[in-house]
């Protein structure tokens, strides 16, 4: 029987997040698992009048790559990729692991290695989306493999998803609409921050954010959502912090991360676990080792932890912080080939002060 919660979801992405207009050119990726929210989109994107454009892609594809990928290869991107960002006019994501650990034995030179390639692809999909010439936004299909990351069965795990979604609510589209107009208080408050000051557990760290523009990300982007971001003066990052949660990324676990700052750059990165392939990461490029966003987590019906970014980064009470690539609309200059999020919870004990004023207490939003 179809899980009517698929549906809904659909509809929140299609009217909602992307707001589908007709004739617009709408591209849809995702892999076979997730075909009952790509169907439904799908649809969707059809009865709004518009042209569905699909994309689908196999897990295994990937891993593939990896293993058996030349250097000409790794830094080929097929002409028509190009021209498939310049003429969309949306993009929906559905991502749908089988099996999340499938790329932890792959080469991580090679990763990097096309991340690079893959740069200008990205850092133009992010140039228009800034410019409001596309919209896009990216969601979960619930698989096992998610469902086992988070330590749930899959039907714990789909109640956990769509309780984010806020699909049991009446009208879910004017709940998101409730949150954004709750969450625009608060960006506008910050929208004249200059500087921040994070105390927590190991973690003693000052940024500014002068001039820089706070982000409400309220559905539309990711989905679900729970977010206040910018993007840090790119020099101004200095001390010291300890993530909470393992940094998950590439289907590697890097656990116990602690980064060291000075004048915005990472100068000292140990971990616990797979601190070499964290080592790694922040030489991708320059801009690896400096800090293109900061962000509030604002979800409080997000409390724990799954090891999936999606969900991770929206827990309410906690920050996080991506090394690498700044989103333009977030005044960020940051480049790079990666952006990687990693998750500190001040739940216990943390406090995040904006100029002098304490903003944020173990987890509770003051102002």
Same mark, same amino acid.
């Given at each position: 029987?179809?899980?009517?919660?698929?549906?809904?979801?659909?509809?929140?992405?299609?009217?909602?997040?992307?707001?589908?207009?007709?004739?617009?050119?709408?591209?849809?990726?995702?892999?076979?698992?997730?075909?009952?929210?790509?169907?439904?989109?799908?649809?969707?994107?059809?009865?709004?009048?518009?042209?569905?454009?699909?994309?689908?892609?196999?897990?295994?594809?990937?891993?593939?790559?990896?293993?058996?990928?030349?250097?000409?290869?790794?830094?080929?991107?097929?002409?028509?990729?190009?021209?498939?960002?310049?003429?969309?006019?949306?993009?929906?994501?559905?991502?749908?692991?089988?099996?999340?650990?499938?790329?932890?034995?792959?080469?991580?030179?090679?990763?990097?290695?096309?991340?690079?390639?893959?740069?200008?692809? /990205?850092?133009?999909?992010?140039?228009?989306?800034?410019?409001?010439?596309?919209?896009?936004?990216?969601?979960?299909?619930?698989?096992?493999?998610?469902?086992?990351?988070?330590?749930?069965?899959?039907?714990?795990?789909?109640?956990?998803?769509?309780?984010?979604?806020?699909?049991?609510? $009446?009208?879910?589209?004017?709940?998101?609409?409730?949150?954004?107009?709750?969450?625009?208080?608060?960006?506008?408050?910050? @929208?004249?921050?200059?500087?921040?000051?994070?105390?927590?557990?190991?973690?003693?760290?000052?940024?500014?954010?002068?001039?820089? $523009?706070?982000?409400?990300?309220?559905?539309?982007? @990711?989905?679900?959502?729970?977010?206040?971001?910018?993007?840090?003066?790119?020099? /101004?990052?200095?001390?010291?912090?300890?993530?909470?949660?393992?940094?998950?990324?590439?289907?590697?676990?890097?656990?116990?991360?602690?980064?060291?700052?000075?004048?915005?750059?990472?100068?000292?990165?140990?971990?616990?676990?797979?601190?070499?392939?964290?080592?790694?990461?922040?030489?991708?490029?320059?801009?690896?080792?400096?800090?293109?966003?900061? /962000?509030?987590?604002?979800?409080?019906?997000?409390?724990?932890?799954?090891? @999936?970014?999606?969900?991770?980064?929206?827990?309410?009470?906690?920050?996080?912080?991506?090394?690498?690539?700044?989103? $333009?609309?977030?005044?960020?200059?940051?480049?790079?080939?990666?952006?990687?999020?990693?998750?500190?919870?001040?739940?216990?004990?943390?406090?995040?002060?904006?100029?002098?004023?304490?903003?944020?207490?173990?987890?509770?939003?003051?102002?």
């Amino acid at each position: 029987m179809a899980d009517p919660r698929v549906e809904t979801v659909a509809r929140i992405l299609v009217d909602y997040s992307v707001k589908v207009k007709p004739n617009q050119l709408v591209r849809i990726t995702g892999a076979p698992e997730g075909a009952p929210l790509i169907l439904a989109v799908y649809q969707k994107v059809l009865e709004r009048g518009a042209h569905p454009f699909l994309q689908l892609e196999l897990d295994e594809a990937e891993e593939l790559f990896y293993r058996y990928a030349n250097d000409a290869q790794l830094d080929y991107i097929a002409p028509f990729m190009k021209d498939i960002i310049e003429q969309i006019d949306a993009a929906i994501g559905i991502w749908t692991d089988v099996n999340t650990k499938q790329l932890t034995n792959a080469d991580p030179a090679k990763q990097t290695r096309r991340s690079v390639a893959r740069r200008p692809l /990205s850092d133009r999909f992010l140039e228009r989306a800034a410019k409001k010439e596309l919209r896009w936004s990216g969601t979960l299909y619930p698989t096992q493999a998610f469902a086992q990351d988070a330590e749930m069965s899959l039907r714990e795990f789909e109640d956990f998803v769509y309780n984010g979604c806020l699909v049991h609510e $009446p009208d879910p589209i004017k709940a998101w609409k409730k949150i954004s107009k709750e969450q625009q208080r608060v960006v506008d408050w910050l @929208n004249k921050a200059r500087k921040i000051h994070v105390v927590g557990p190991d973690t003693d760290l000052k940024l500014e954010v002068t001039g820089r $523009p706070w982000i409400n990300c309220d559905g539309h982007e @990711n989905f679900p959502d729970g977010e206040i971001f910018t993007g840090p003066i790119e020099d /101004s990052v200095c001390g010291h912090i300890r993530y909470t949660y393992p940094a998950c990324v590439y289907g590697r676990e890097v656990e116990d991360v602690r980064l060291q700052f000075k004048d915005g750059k990472v100068v000292k990165a140990t971990a616990a676990k797979n601190e070499d392939f964290l080592l790694k990461m922040l030489k991708t490029d320059k801009g690896a080792r400096y800090v293109g966003e900061f /962000s509030f987590g604002t979800n409080y019906g997000i409390q724990r932890f799954t090891k @999936n970014t999606l969900f991770d980064e929206k827990i309410g009470g906690t920050i996080h912080l991506a090394v690498g690539k700044g989103y $333009p609309e977030s005044g960020s200059k940051n480049k790079s080939a990666i952006h990687w999020d990693m998750v500190c919870d001040l739940r216990k004990g943390g406090e995040v002060r904006v100029d002098g004023t304490l903003f944020l207490k173990d987890g509770k939003i003051l102002i």
